[in-house]
């Protein structure tokens, strides 16, 4: 079965603080990878694409990387901010099958302390 | 960028009702639109993958039956919940795409009394 974790739940830090949150997956054959952001009752906003060729990804303050062989992706946070708290999904789009899907993961619910 | 649109973002009804979730794709022909179920702290669950023009494919555990869904455009694709009760109140996103990668909708609040 080919499912996505994501490492911690929930993490608190103070304001200013870089963290790291992470993402495994139990099949190396993805096509790509994906982080999102959900504030409370919203929907999806996409943040980093990762293609399978691609070792990492940078866009602003954020910076994620991804390790097909080991199954692992990072999401790097530097300078956080209180404005960063939300929560954090990343997503998986596997090899094959009649259609390409989106399998996302547990999420991980940052707040950033100011 | 493009945009999904989708309507209601919040509807409350009663028991037995039948209520109809709309999805837009606002600037892009979408070949094939998705369907995701959200529990309150839970990660999202595809219900349903549906291309223009054919019948949805629906996952595993998910009733087809329950959760009607059409696409009858490029543009188009409506969920509707056939006698919702209680227990289909959720988060429903929406989701399309014409290649890579998925474009989302801002979801619905399902609230059932």
């Known amino acids: 079965k080919q499912e996505v974790t994501q490492i911690p739940a929930a993490l608190s830090v103070p304001e200013g603080e870089n963290l790291v949150l992470n993402c495994s997956f139990t099949?190396?054959?993805?096509?790509?990878l994906q982080w999102f952001r959900q504030d409370p009752g919203k929907g999806l906003t996409s943040l980093l694409l990762?293609?399978?060729?691609?070792r990492e990804q940078t866009s602003g303050r954020l910076n994620a990387s991804l390790d097909k062989s080991s199954g692992r992706s990072t999401l790097y946070i530097a300078a956080s901010q209180p404005g960063d708290s939300a929560t954090y999904l990343c997503?998986?789009?596997?090899?094959?099958?009649?259609?390409?899907?989106?399998?996302f993961g547990t999420g991980t619910l940052l707040a950033v302390q100011p | 960028g493009a945009v999904v649109s989708q309507h209601p973002s919040w509807v409350i009804c009663k028991s037995g009702t039948s209520v109809k979730i709309e999805c837009r794709s606002l600037d892009f022909q979408a070949t094939t639109m998705f369907w995701y179920r959200q529990f309150p702290k839970q990660s999202l669950m595809l219900m349903a993958t549906?291309?223009?023009?054919?019948?949805?494919?629906?996952e595993q555990g998910v009733e087809k039956d329950k959760f009607l869904i059409n696409h009858a455009s490029l543009t188009l694709s409506t969920l509707t919940v056939t006698s919702a009760h209680p227990e289909d109140s959720s988060f429903y996103i929406c989701?399309?795409?014409?290649?890579?990668?998925?474009?989302f909708g801002d979801g619905t609040r399902l609230s059932i009394l």
């Open positions: 990762i293609q399978s060729s691609q």
């Open positions: 989701s399309a795409r014409q290649g890579i990668p998925q474009h």
């Open positions: 099949d190396s054959a993805i096509y790509n």
């Open positions: 997503a998986v789009i596997y090899y094959g099958g009649a259609t390409n899907k989106l399998i």
């Open positions: 549906s291309n223009e023009g054919s019948k949805a494919t629906y």
